[in-house]
């Protein structure tokens, strides 16, 4: 059954219109949810995260001088949660201040008891195998959210004031994975025109060859994530050289995993500069004032 694009709330923030919205999807007959979508700070990882997702949304991060640029963010959290601040308003409010108009996706996830956070945690100490039998049935799920959100903003680019052929695809380690998921399984009528996948999980969705026509990319990791993920954004980056194209790497020596947006005093901490940077000189963005 096919859920209908619903309008749920809508006001305003720090001076950006936003909304919720619920974009379309085809429920699950292999995955259920027994707990409730629930958002809460994790001790664990010290930030806000969102757990139980099982309907996908949006949450629109509106201009008040739209430059026609849009970008989808996917947080990561392992597919078990979402860090929903650093990895996505923090991100949204950061490109809508500088004219990008952005999309928080809260894209499904792994069901859990009460602490996602807490669960993946444990198993990654105790039977991290169990985490990947886990994600298996719920990845095709995450990266269908992911090809309807592009879709919900390619359909509704003229009332956002948008351009249809600049929506980019950003995505941090799980939502890494599923930018790559994508990447590799779009049409034409959800085909994102560029893709940025931050320390992208490819030990839970594995490299593929580039697809035919690759959207523009740029790739940002640290050589020091302690998930050993390095390799794979370079693998990543290579096979777009391969299929002829002209991507952008950022390997920062140091980082770790799940820098975000967090501040550690590294040069990782201006890694969004850089895809601003990026962004321009690819024709992907035009400068507009500061909000």
């Known amino acids: ?17 936003q909304e919720f919205i619920e974009i379309p999807y085809e429920e699950s007959a292999n995955v259920t949810w027994a707990h409730e979508e629930k958002q809460y700070f994790s001790e664990v990882w ?15 991060f509106q201009p008040k001088n739209p430059n026609g640029t ?6 990561g959290g392992g597919l078990y949660a979402l860090s929903i601040v650093s990895e996505g308003r923090s991100v949204a409010k ?16 792994v069901p859990t008891e009460e602490d996602g956070v807490q669960e993946i945690t444990e198993e990654g100490a105790k039977n991290p195998s169990r985490i990947i039998e886990r994600v298996a049935p719920v990845m095709p799920l995450s990266i269908a959210d992911g090809l309807s959100a592009i879709s919900y903003v390619r359909e509704n680019a003229e009332k956002y004031k948008l351009d249809p052929n600049k929506i980019g695809f950003m995505g941090f380690s799980a939502g890494g994975a599923v930018t790559m998921g994508v990447a590799y ?11 940025v996948p931050v320390y ?16 523009k990319m740029l790739v940002v990791c640290a050589t020091d994530d302690p998930l050993g993920l390095a390799p794979g954004s370079i693998e990543i980056y290579n096979s777009w050289v391969n299929a002829g194209k002209l991507p952008e790497l950022h390997m920062y020596a140091k980082g770790g995993h799940g820098f975000g947006m967090i ?10 500069q850089r895809f601003y940077d990026w962004s321009v000189a690819e024709g992907i963005t035009s400068i507009t004032k500061s909000e």
Not at 53 to 59: A, E, F, K, N
Not at 70 to 75: E, H, K, L, N, R
Not at 101 to 108: D, G, H, I, P, Q
Not at 200 to 215: G, I, L, M, R
């Open 1 to 17: 059954m096919k859920k209908i694009s619903l309008l749920l709330l809508a006001y305003i923030q720090v001076g950006i219109a």
């Open 46 to 60: 010290k930030t806000d995260v969102v757990t139980n997702v099982s309907v996908p949304t949006l949450q629109v």
């Open 70 to 75: 849009s970008v989808i963010i996917a947080p």
């Open 94 to 109: 950061w490109l809508s201040e500088r004219g990008i108009t952005a999309f928080v996706l809260k894209y499904r996830l």
């Open 185 to 195: 399984n779009y049409t034409e009528n959800n085909r994102p025109n560029f893709l």
């Open 200 to 215: 992208a999980w490819t030990s839970a969705y594995p490299v593929q060859e580039a697809p035919k026509n690759p959207p």
């Open 263 to 272: 501040k550690q005093g590294l040069p990782s901490d201006n890694w969004i």
